[in-house]
């Protein structure tokens, strides 16, 4: 792998932070994002697939620290960049935490078919067992495959492909953070090799220009109220996402809330609390069937994190009466 110019793929890397560029800080006793995407290269070594690389230094942030406004302003900088001849493919090196929230955010508003690939670690760099390089490596893999191109935006994850609307942090420490609950990987990488054995849905592209930020997240527990709700709605809110309990279900109180959430011309849209499985409108006394009529949209198998991320590219472009057959098409 080189900085050169060759007949090798040529692969773009941007650095964005997170664990995999952190290292312990003794004045602060804490692990802070620091090193540069350079340095996250020399620490390949052997595992140095062989393309020729570019650095983009996008930011470097832990992803507790990446807002909506950032994740938007890096999606629309990576499809700029990937109108470039000189670029086969792109990966990006980010926080574990927020990852999976700029990954689709990214496969929902790239144009380009060229790969992303979005990847991170659960070690710091400066850990003697650290996980990034062997991550970083996969990832170059992938984005300099033939088989990844037209994937859309892709997590690569301690061997693992995954499609970005289906990946999920689902464990806060362990190597193999990333997954996809119900639908398991695309393929794998193997010592460098990339095996792509299925290939997901098409999905439409948001051409979104701006992002609404005032979307609120908003997980139900028992003997829920309205209160959250209505807190929402009087600091402003354009919209909110419900993760319920199973099916789609609330309570009574809820469902008043959401209807007067309607009212007032503010979406509310339902997910499950569950890591797995489909919200549909089926239950009354509180449940899904009331909440349908009450005015929300349901998002189908969308996680709730997911959900927003549409909804906040949806509302500055597409009207409010579209939206439903919007997160249809999502939720498949």
């Known amino acids: 792998m080189n900085t050169g110019r060759t007949d090798r793929p040529r692969i773009l890397i941007v650095s964005t932070g997170g664990t995999i560029a952190s290292r312990y800080d003794p004045q602060t006793d804490s692990l802070l994002s620091v090193s540069t995407g350079k340095e996250l290269l020399s620490s390949l070594g052997a595992l140095a697939?062989?393309?020729d690389v570019a650095l983009d230094e996008f930011c470097n942030l832990g992803s507790n620290r990446i807002d909506l406004d950032t994740s938007f302003r890096l999606a629309h900088h990576i499809d700029e960049r990937?109108?470039?001849?000189?670029?086969?493919?792109?990966?990006?090196?980010?926080?574990?935490?927020?990852?999976?929230?700029?990954?689709?955010?990214?496969?929902?508003?790239?144009?380009?078919?060229?790969?992303v690939v979005f990847t991170?670690?659960?070690?710091?760099?400066?850990?003697?067992?650290?996980?990034?390089?062997r991550n970083l490596a996969d990832a170059i893999s992938v984005a300099a495959s033939p088989e990844a191109r037209d994937l859309s935006t892709l997590v690569v994850f301690a061997g693992k492909v995954l499609s970005a609307i289906d990946a999920t942090k689902i464990h806060t420490s362990k190597l193999e953070a990333y997954d996809s609950p119900g639908y398991g990987p695309l393929g794998m990488v193997d010592h460098g090799a990339v095996f792509i054995t299925r290939k997901p849905l098409g999905y439409p592209m948001i051409a979104a220009h701006s992002i609404e930020t005032r979307v609120d997240l908003i997980t139900l527990a028992m003997g829920a109220d309205g209160r959250l709700i209505e807190a929402a709605i009087n600091s402003?809110?354009?919209?909110?996402?419900?993760?319920?309990?199973?099916?789609?279900?609330?309570?009574?109180?809820?469902?008043?809330?959401?209807?007067?959430a309607t009212e007032r011309g503010i979406v509310t849209i339902?997910?499950?609390?569950?890591?797995?499985?489909?919200?549909?409108?089926?239950?009354?006394d509180g449940g899904g069937s009331d909440l349908e009529k009450a005015g929300a949209i349901f998002a189908g198998r969308l996680s709730g994190p997911k959900a927003r991320i549409l909804l906040c590219l949806s509302l500055p472009t597409i009207p409010v009466e579209e939206l439903g057959h919007l997160f249809e098409q999502f939720g498949r």
């Open 270 to 284: 339902i997910t499950s609390r569950c890591p797995d499985g489909r919200v549909l409108p089926v239950y009354g």
């Open 120 to 133: 991170g670690a659960q070690r710091s760099a400066d850990e003697p067992d650290a996980d990034g390089p």
């Open 82 to 115: 990937l109108r470039a001849r000189t670029v086969d493919g792109c990966v990006v090196t980010h926080g574990t935490d927020t990852l999976e929230e700029s990954a689709f955010l990214a496969q929902l508003t790239i144009s380009s078919r060229k790969p």
């Open 49 to 51: 697939p062989a393309v």
């Open 236 to 260: 402003g809110t354009h919209g909110f996402i419900l993760e319920t309990f199973g099916r789609g279900n609330a309570t009574p109180a809820v469902v008043d809330a959401v209807a007067r």
